[in-house]
């Protein structure tokens, strides 16, 4: 992390390929005949003459006086979106600006996150802060309940920053609800005061030493992680979680009987935010292999409007913030700690699993499992994970491996693996050989040095360059320490590559995992529904037994009148609340075209922003 103010990032050895280690152009082969994007060699541009770069650590403290999001229960679960604005020139102007998203603090109108934000060369010339507070609501967007914006004009060595300063929160452009909501509160004297505050300190921590970043702004801490769930998306392909061992005694209902056990359903999605910087060399651009494709980056036109709107939508529900999203910080990065945590994120090598990942330019590292039993019929998985972003450090495909062996560091640098050699005898691996002290027979060992990370740039998305995967290597080499990192080309290795592939999907229907995610096609009328339709869906099945007897009632001596009451058929509870749900989507749907027609431009966020167009 820090020393003595100065931040020191993981050390990536440089590596040859298309790009220098600071950035600047090289020569290289000129690309063949082909569809616009993959690997873009723009150097990052100089900063003007005299400038300095500073690391410095945000602090979100709290706000008090928030607005009411939800006036059934007089609070609010606010989070907070930061974003910070220099004057640097950057590659291009679709590169993502730099964002942070603090925790949810649920049922509150005075939160406090003490939530750190740590950046590097933040220019002398000084920066622009949004502050963002958004009601986070999972069964519609997220309202915004108020903003702040300042302006720093310079910063040097003696600049003291600011302590505990309160801003005013804007509330111009807030959620029209949530004003309502306020100005109810206000009159009926819940509240005192119409405007709420956010408490900010800066730190200047001193000037960020060289990093090869040519003074490129760029996240250094928190290094965390976050765990989504969406029970919806496994709940429309009747994916289940893992029963769990216990020893209570079995729950009876009033006539005595056993009571059916509530079977769960999820699908998980992970972040990681990795220790900054990205090499420089990792800089990718989405292909236009169709004309459409550029419209739905750009969101130019009725079509890449509404393309561009489904798959922010699709990004949301499986990046989904609720009250069950699990977060972690870690206390060091690079540390083993980290890399326990990708590990058990992963599931180590349980079920022979597949990951589809993307690398933003910000080191976020997002990744969820993928596979043909997953029914993924998405516009493209990687455009989905990056949240339909136009520039990505890296995209691909992962698994993970458990060595017989631990790994051995390499010896005098020297290279591991470009392309993956034919393993020795004393080298197997789970997948495909069965070894001892791991599953599918005990528990996963928790070594990071007993397992390997195998990855690719398998995307037609964004086709990373094959020839920056030793600098994708060296730089996760350096943040998950103790892994062993092997890297193969999706056409150089295409045959290794699908061999490895097919071992570990046998695997995984030879050990018949339970823990299955699923993620369903848009395409698809069942998976049309959100992650708000999921809290009904709970009260459904909660009723359902009772439904089914007030149906039967109903309609007693006509046949299967119950059975229609459940599928929708019949005018009972569940019938209703299937209307609504279907009445709600379609009107979800009418107003994404009508919102789409005559608009030129959008944009899509970062780290897990509001669900609707934030604005910025």
Not at 297 to 304: A, I, K, L, M, S
Not at 321 to 328: H, L, Q, R
Not at 348 to 361: S, W
Not at 424 to 434: A, F, I, Y
Request: aromatic share 8%; net charge positive; with cysteine.
């Amino acid at each position: 992390m820090a020393t003595n103010g100065e931040y020191r990032g993981p050390r990536v050895e440089a590596e040859k390929g298309p790009v220098a280690r600071n950035g600047t152009a090289t020569q290289e082969e000129p690309k063949p005949d082909g569809p616009a994007g993959g690997f873009d060699n723009t150097p990052i541009p100089s900063p003007p003459a005299g400038t300095v770069g500073y690391t410095l650590r945000i602090t979100i403290h709290q706000a008090t006086n928030l607005t009411m999001g939800d006036l059934h229960a007089f609070s609010s679960d606010p989070y907070v979106l930061a974003q910070l604005n220099t004057n640097l020139p950057t590659r291009h102007k679709e590169d993502p600006n730099l964002r942070y998203r603090s925790r949810t603090v649920h049922k509150t109108t005075d939160p406090e996150w003490n939530a750190e934000w740590v950046v590097a060369n933040i220019p002398s010339s000084g920066f622009k802060m949004k502050l963002r507070v958004y009601d986070e609501d999972c069964a519609d967007h997220d309202d915004l309940l108020g903003k702040v914006h300042f302006t720093v004009s310079s910063i040097d060595d003696d600049w003291t920053g600011l302590k505990n300063t309160a801003y005013q929160l804007k509330l111009r452009n807030s959620s029209k609800r949530a004003l309502l909501f306020r100005g109810a509160a206000r009159a009926l004297q819940v509240v005192k005061n119409i405007h709420g505050s956010l408490h900010i300190s800066i730190k200047n921590l001193g000037r960020t030493e060289e990093d090869g970043q040519n003074g490129r702004p760029y996240t250094v801490a928190p290094c965390r992680w976050v765990r989504h769930y969406s029970p919806i998306l496994g709940r429309m392909l009747n994916i289940k979680e893992p029963e769990k061992d216990d020893d209570q005694a079995p729950q009876t209902n009033g006539n005595g009987k056993p009571q059916k056990k509530v079977e769960r359903y999820n699908f998980q999605a992970n972040q990681m935010q990795l220790p900054g910087p990205v090499p420089p060399q990792l800089y990718h651009r989405f292909v236009e292999f169709k004309p459409w494709v550029k419209r739905m980056f750009t969101t130019r036109g009725v079509q890449g409007v509404v393309l561009g709107k489904a798959l922010h939508h699709q990004h949301v529900r499986v990046y989904n913030f609720d009250k069950s999203t699990v977060y972690g910080l870690f206390d060091s990065a690079p540390s083993t700690d980290m890399t326990k945590k990708f590990l058990e994120l992963v599931h180590y090598d349980k079920g022979g699993r597949i990951f589809t990942y993307v690398l933003t330019l910000d080191a976020l590292f997002r990744f969820t499992e993928t596979g043909k039993e997953f029914g993924i019929d998405m516009l493209s998985k990687h455009t989905m994970h990056s949240d339909v972003s136009i520039y990505i450090a890296f995209s691909g495909e992962f698994f993970i491996r458990r060595l017989k062996r631990r790994n051995r560091p390499k010896v005098n640098g020297a290279n591991s693996n470009q392309s993956l050699p034919t393993p020795p005898s004393d080298s197997e691996t789970h997948p495909p050989s069965n070894i001892d002290d791991g599953p599918p027979t005990s528990d996963p060992p928790t070594d990071p040095s007993r397992y390997e990370l195998v990855i690719d740039n398998d995307s037609g998305t964004y086709r990373p360059s094959a020839a920056l995967l030793p600098t994708l290597r060296s730089y996760l080499e350096a943040c998950l320490p103790g892994l062993k990192i092997v890297t193969l080309d999706s056409q150089a290795d295409a045959e290794r590559m699908g061999k490895m592939k097919n071992e570990q999907r046998e695997r995984k229907k030879a050990e018949g995992d339970n823990i299955v995610y699923a993620q369903v096609s848009d395409s698809d009328s069942s998976s049309s529904l959100s992650s708000s339709d999921d809290e009904r869906l709970d009260d459904v099945q909660e009723a359902y037994r009772s439904e089914q007897r007030m149906a039967g009632r109903r309609k007693k001596g006509k046949g299967k009148g119950s059975d229609r009451a459940v599928e929708g058929g019949g005018d009972g509870w569940v019938a209703t609340v299937a209307r609504d749900v279907k009445q709600e989507q379609e009107a979800r749907v009418e107003k994404l075209v009508r919102n789409a027609r005559g608009r030129e431009k959008g944009g899509a966020g970062g780290w897990g922003g509001p669900k609707a167009d934030a604005g910025h």
